[in-house]
């Protein structure tokens, strides 16, 4: 038997060791490239571009609930929401350049919460001292029971209804194709994208439940966040002393 001199020896058990560490790591000639991306994930990374859509639509609609927060672009209007939605209402704050206002709907009994700015803006009286202040004063953090034959019923309740609000913003235009793994919020998430990016792009989790859990709108019509699926949350209408009568008609703006 041979023997190695000690310098030898060493070198030979650091390069040994050094191809184990790279074996390890991924890195270097052996490498990780016939790892499985979708190792231990629910295999919907395996799936076309249309399945995963069809799954992910199909789990949103079966959740009890959800919270989606972000920002919506139509009709040349921004608005910033933050609201949690189930089946039998939703509540939460709606962002415009009106002001803020809050929204509660529970089941066909929808109230609006803002503030006196919010509702002088809504006047449309503006600052030349022909706003009715007092009446904004009486408005000023109260919640307005919206009537349900108000043209203003149909425009706010479509923020708290969650399968409208879910069926009409979770539309990818265009041709479908997947665009690899990607994460969201430590979540591990497969991309879908519409006419490569134009026509919006959808992650859904690879874990559990197939959830979309952002959406990007087609032609920057904004950016959602969709979280605490299944987390059920209460709904009650307010008490008695904290809702007034607007006296008329919402404001159609």
Known sequence: MTVLPTGRRTRR???????????V???????????????????VGKLSAAQIEAKSRKAAQSADAVRLSGNVVTNGVTYKLDMRLKSDGGTGSVT?????FRLLRVGEHLFLKADAVFWNHEDGKGDDGGSDTAA??????????????????????????????????LTLHGKLATDGHHEQSG??????????GSGGTLDVSLKGTPYPLRLVRAGGAGTLSLT??????????????????YGQQLPSS
């Open 96 to 100: 415009s350049k009106s002001g803020t």
């Open 25 to 43: 790591t991924g890195t270097g000639l052996t490498g990780c490239s016939g790892e499985d991306p979708d190792a231990g994930t629910n295999g």
């Open 228 to 245: 605490d699926w299944g987390k059920g949350f209460s709904l009650e209408e307010p008490k008695k002393q904290q809702v007034v009568d």
């Open 136 to 169: 904004a004063d009486k408005l000023d953090g109260m919640y307005v029971k919206v009537p349900q034959d108000d043209p203003a019923y149909k425009r706010f309740s479509g923020f708290t209804d969650k399968n409208v609000l879910l069926d009409g913003l």
């Open 13 to 23: 058990v650091a390069l040994v060791s050094a191809v184990g560490v790279l074996a």
């Open 187 to 196: 979540v591990r998430t497969i991309r879908i994208t519409g006419d490569k």
